[in-house]
Structures are given as C-alpha cells and as structure tokens.
T-cell receptor, first 118, second 109 residues
Framework: GAVVSQHPSWVICKSGTSVKIECRSL??????MFWYRQFPKQSLMLMAT?????????EQGVEKDKFLINHASLTLSTLTVTSAHPEDSSFYIC??????????????FGEGSRLTVL | TQLLEQSPQFLSIQEGENLTVYCNSS?????LQWYRQEPGEGPVLLVT?????EVKKLKRLTFQFGDARKDSSLHITAAQPGDTGLYLC?????????FGQGTTLQVKP
C-alpha cells in the first residue's frame, strides 16, 4: 500500500508557541491531503482539505488563522498550530488519496502526531 | 451533511465470542470503508465495499454493504485479543472522507 508519513510523532510545547506538523506522501504524489483531529476514544474529525498550490478548504468551526495549512508540493503538506493552548492538545492525523483509476475514495493515513500543550 | 451512525460505541467481550458492528446512514454512499485503529497510530484500511449487497471476507472478519448502500456491518467470528482496537466506518461525501463515531472493541483473554 501507499505510504504516508508524519513528523513529528509527538511534540510537547508551551502555551503560546507555534508547532508545525509535516505530512509526506513517500511513494506517490498527492494533489489533495486531508487533516483530521482526534480526541481520546473519539472518532476522527475532518479539519481541512489541503490542496497543492492553492488555499486549504476548512471545515465549519475550524479556525483558519489558528490552523495554518500549506501544501507547497505534491508530496508535502504542513499543519501549523499557531499560539497553541492546552485545548489544542490532540492527536492530529493526515491522509492522502492515491490517484488511480476507479478511485473509490480510499485514503492512506499517516501515523499521527500527538500534540501536548502545557 | 451525510452522517454515519455507528453502534455500539463500546464493546467488551470474551475471547471466542462473535460480534457485529453496525454503520448506518440516511444517505446513499457510493462506497464505504472500514478501518481499524490502534492507540497512538493512524487508521489502517481493512476493506472497501462498493456494490449494494456486497459481502467481503477477511479471515474472521465479514463485511456487508446494504442493498440500498446506506448501511454496512462488520462481523467478527471467534474474536481474539489481537482484535482489540477502534473500528471505524467511513464514507465519501462531497469528495471528503467522513467517519462514523467509531466502535471501541475490547477482547478479553
């Protein structure tokens, strides 16, 4: 299967600082990547759709100025949590769709990044 | 907005028991996926069902897509402790993959 890699796997930061999480597609090019957020024992909530070369599309209720997304190349999308606060602590997961014929919407997910804001 | 309702949300059973997880929606999906996620990791795709009435088997796991493509089920036969995890159904809505609430399964030895 396709490989999507996230970095860092976990990060601890102080309140008020900014944290950048990278999502890379290692063996394919992804024009679209998706960022999800997951709280303990809950499902994945879509935050935004990252589009290569254009602005990200944010889901309702997600602050675009708080969660900056950049998709500068076909293999890299970044999520920057700006001025992080303890309530931003969560598990952030990215995913990408492998472009192929007869695509049924299957996504491949990164390993996730655990953010803890002190 | 298409919503996926999963049930049950939590399930704790003994090794060797059978179980079924349901994923229901009022809307039609072109396909549904089932994922399994372990703590601290990203979800891993188990199966995609596309055709109404389709049944797919993956060892002890049986997946079914409803005839009307609005619902799906996951049946596990003779559950083992290694089956413990979070099971998620997901469907594509307006180009985005939307997840159900998830079912946390615990299989006790």
């Amino acid at each position: 299967g396709a490989v999507v890699s996230q970095h860092p796997s976990w990060v601890i930061c102080k309140s008020g600082t900014s944290v950048k999480i990278e999502c890379r597609s290692l063996d394919f090019q992804a024009t679209t990547m998706f960022w999800y957020r997951q709280f303990p024992k809950q499902s994945l909530m879509l935050m935004a759709t990252s589009n290569e070369g254009s602005k990200a599309t944010y889901e309702q209720g997600v602050e675009k100025d708080k969660f900056l997304i950049n998709h500068a190349s076909l293999t890299l999308s970044t999520l920057t949590v700006t001025s992080a606060h303890p309530e931003d602590s969560s598990f952030y997961i990215c995913s990408a769709r492998v472009p192929r014929q007869g695509n049924t919407g299957e996504l491949f997910f990164g390993e996730g990044s655990r953010l803890t804001v002190l | 907005t298409q919503l996926l309702e999963q049930s049950p949300q939590f399930l704790s059973i003994q090794e060797g028991e059978n179980l079924t997880v349901y994923c229901n929606s009022s809307s039609v999906f072109s396909s549904l996926q089932w994922y399994r996620q372990e703590p601290g990791e990203g979800p891993v795709l188990l199966v995609t069902v596309v055709t109404g009435g389709e049944v797919k088997k993956l060892k002890r796991l049986t997946f079914q897509f409803g005839d009307a493509r609005k619902d799906s089920s996951l049946h596990i036969t003779a559950a083992q402790p290694g089956d413990t995890g979070l099971y998620l159904c997901a469907g594509v809505s307006t180009g985005k993959l939307i997840f159900g609430q998830g079912t946390t399964l615990q299989v006790k030895p």
